[in-house]
Nanobody, 122 residues
């Protein structure tokens, strides 16, 4: 499975971007589809997550500004980012956690996209 992230770019504070992450094929056994980000000099952090049942969770600093969603028919997960601030500047990565049929005998599989740069600056 390969994940292709896109949608990053340069935006002014207060602006919006929509990130997309497309899987190369349909993925079975998804536990969650997530967006992480990594700013320069900082550890990668979980920004938003959507479970197989559709439940969502957000990192506190993005609550009310970011929305994660997915389109199963298109094998795609999205991250709508509104009211962006310079503190949102980072490389954003999509991630899919998959449980194999014999889980927990076999561990979860973790798939990562290549990352897309988001820069918020005036």
């Amino acid at each position: 499975v390969q994940l292709q992230a896109s949608g990053g770019g340069l935006v002014q504070p207060g602006g919006s971007l929509r990130l997309s992450c497309v899987a190369s094929s349909r993925i079975f056994g998804i536990r969650s589809m997530d967006w992480y980000r990594q700013a320069p000099g900082k550890q990668r952090e979980l920004v938003a997550s959507i479970s197989s049942g559709g439940s969502t969770n957000y990192e506190d600093s993005v609550k009310g500004r970011f929305t994660i969603s997915r389109d199963n028919a298109k094998n795609t997960v999205y991250l709508q980012m509104d009211n962006l601030t310079p503190e949102d500047t980072a490389v954003y990565y999509c991630n899919v956690k998959v449980r194999p049929r014999d889980w927990p005998r076999s561990p979860e599989n973790n798939y990562w996209g290549q990352g897309t740069q988001v820069t918020v600056s005036s």
